[in-house]
């Protein structure tokens, strides 16, 4: 799927949508219940982007796909819903930052808060959308033009510039140059920051409700949630 900010609604459904059709086509004349899983794979990948923009929208697609879940749960009881992810991925961590390069000390510092999020809502382009159309070779006039229209109010330093220029990582653990770049670009500018662009070993929430929901509680390894998914489904 592509990214809520490239996404074309006249081409592609949301994730909302596509769950509702899969609710709709399960439950008909199926006596012995069934398993759906619906996956935004878009936080993954933006999380790899270190794509703080694509991450809170992907977010919002997703809770519209579990709103659909409880409203169908209200009507069928009996269904056990499940929301979590498979691991974490980026080290993302919203924290305080210098807001320039001038000085370190508490007077030159911000924290991150709303007015910070709230500068990601006017970004139009996903950080992979920038990827593809700079190419392996990027263009700095391309890239101004690019950066102009689609994230205003956010300016892109120097240091980082040169790096998208000459395809090289400011650390090895950023191996997505362009969009790990651009994530730097935004975290210098809100304070939220990304530790890597692979995945973490950070534990992953879990929100459970209906009928077996009991046996999610808790600190539990991961191979624990398919025993209990295997004794649910042998019982029913």
Known sequence: MDFELDRDPAKEP???????????????????????????????????????ASVMRALWAFDDAVRVALEFQRSN?????????DHETGGFSPTYAARDFTSTSR??????????????????????????T?????????????LAKHFPG???????????LKQRTIELS????????????????????????????????VGAIGPGAELFRGYQDNTDFGKHLHRLIQGK
């Open 107 to 132: 007077k030159n510092r911000f924290y991150t808060g709303d007015e910070h999020l709230r500068m990601l809502e006017p970004i139009t382009m996903s950080l992979n959308k920038v990827r593809s």
């Open 77 to 85: 009881p009996e269904t056990l819903i499940i929301v979590t992810g």
């Open 14 to 52: 949301t994730t909302a949508d596509m769950t509702t059709a899969a609710l709709k086509a399960l439950s008909q004349r199926n006596s012995n219940g069934f398993v759906l899983l619906v996956e935004n794979e878009n936080v993954d990948e933006a999380g790899h982007n270190n794509d703080a």
């Open 174 to 205: 950023y191996t997505r140059i362009t969009q790990n770049m651009l994530g730097r670009m935004v975290s210098r500018q809100t304070g939220l920051y990304w530790a890597t662009s692979g995945h973490t070993t950070e534990p992953s929430v």
């Open 134 to 146: 700079l190419g392996r070779k990027p263009s700095g006039d391309m890239l101004d033009q690019l």
């Open 154 to 164: 956010f300016t892109l330093d120097a240091d980082l510039r040169e790096l998208i």
